[in-house]
């Protein structure tokens, strides 16, 4: 049974940084492609960022240079690097991985950003 699991998430400042992970069971990251999402109170859930199996890695255009999605092959685990945060990057992240049509996701993280 497949399973994502978010971690790393927590209060900081506005400018500070954050990471988080994803740690996955039964499905492999460097196989598939993943991504984060996000979902701001009161809104729809964004895409943040996607790793795909090659290693390739696209982003949001308003997040560009300041998030950096990363995976581990060999721990078998996916990461969000976010730095020069801001209130508005407030949200839950979560962890989705897409197989042969098929989309998991996990229960995501709470990141949140103080002014």
């Known amino acids: 049974q497949v399973q994502l699991v978010e971690s790393g998430g927590g209060l900081v400042q506005a400018g500070g940084s954050l990471r988080v992970s994803c740690a996955a069971s039964?499905?492999?990251?460097?196989?598939?492609?993943a991504a984060w999402y996000r979902q701001a109170p009161g809104k729809q859930r964004e895409l943040v960022a996607t790793?795909?199996?090659?290693?390739?890695?696209v982003y949001a255009d308003s997040l560009k240079g300041r998030f950096a999605i990363s995976r581990d092959n060999a721990e078998n685990t996916m990461s969000l690097q976010m730095n020069s945060l801001k209130p508005e990057d407030t949200g839950v992240y979560y962890c989705?991985?897409?197989?042969?049509?098929?989309?998991?996701w996990g229960k995501g993280t709470l990141v949140t950003v103080s002014s």
């Open positions: 989705f991985i897409s197989r042969y049509g098929m989309s998991y």
């Open positions: 039964d499905i492999i990251f460097r196989s598939n492609t």
């Open positions: 790793i795909l199996s090659t290693g390739s890695t």
